[in-house]
């Protein structure tokens, strides 16, 4: 399904009834990353999931993928669904939307669940993925698996790159551009207030459990939980214990 973002359109797909939930993905990802969250989650809850602008299955602009703009069209995205507050997960790139979004809108957001992201890339990120994307031909970029995944399958790595492919290389560096030379919200993240879950894999590599802690210090009473033997994708990785962890989190901590 399609819904009108200001002016682009957004894939989206949900299942079942109650209390929603929206999940956002990260960079060169899609909404079926949360396909197990999906599976999970809509037993109690509508399970939503949808497509970044540039990304999937949604509209491919050649410009404006600042992570406010982001952040602008998950507003719009929730009103045109007539979704007035809800849980809000939010993985890599998606974090970093789920957290501006969070502040522009705290009356938006009932819970927040922060999934291996930051408050401003580190330095060594942008100059990895930068010489990546510029070194190497973009399928095998697209393919590297490695950096997200701690031992992924075989079906792992080829749904990797699937999702990766389906966001064309244009978007991707102007995705790139934004979040790695532009965001930066150290000095507005400790105004969240919003009951916050942050998760993090022990071996991730790209938003290290460092970054992690520091969101977890800057948001006051938030609580955080470190998957073991997992790396960026720990809601593909360990998907029990991620959902475990969620479900107790959204369903039974007080708000």
Not at 32 to 59: K, L, N, P, T, V
Not at 95 to 111: I, R, Y
Not at 148 to 163: G, L, S
Not at 218 to 242: F, L
Request: proline share 4%; aromatic share 10%.
């Amino acid at each position: 399904m399609k819904v009108k973002a200001y002016n682009i359109e957004l894939y989206y797909e949900e299942r079942g009834e109650g209390d929603p939930i929206i999940f956002v993905h990260g960079w060169m990802e899609d909404y079926s990353m949360w396909s197990s969250q999906i599976d999970y989650f809509s037993r109690e809850h509508r399970a939503i999931a949808y497509d970044q602008r540039g990304h999937g299955r949604s509209d491919k602009p050649q410009k404006n993928y600042s992570i406010q703009t982001l952040s602008d069209d998950l507003y719009s995205f929730a009103q045109n669904l007539n979704i007035e507050r809800f849980t809000l997960v939010g993985h890599s790139m998606g974090g970093m939307t789920a957290m501006v979004f969070a502040l522009d809108h705290p009356e938006k957001v009932s819970k927040l669940v922060l999934i291996g992201t930051d408050a401003k890339s580190t330095f060594s990120l942008r100059i990895m993925l930068w010489v990546l994307m510029h070194v190497l031909p973009y399928n095998t970029f697209a393919e590297g698996s490695d950096k997200k995944y701690y031992r992924p399958t075989e079906q792992m790595k080829r749904e990797a790159a699937e999702r990766a492919l389906r966001t064309p290389r244009y978007a991707a560096y102007e995705c790139f551009k934004e979040f790695c030379t532009k965001y930066d919200i150290r000095d507005r993240v400790s105004n969240i207030k919003t009951p916050t879950l942050i998760i993090a894999g022990d071996k991730d590599n790209l938003t290290p459990v460092k970054l992690n802690r520091y969101l977890n210090r800057q948001i006051e009473g938030s609580r955080m939980v470190i998957i073991p033997d997992s790396k960026h994708m720990p809601m593909i990785e360990k998907a029990d214990s991620v959902n475990a962890i969620m479900d107790e989190f959204i369903n039974r901590v007080k708000k």
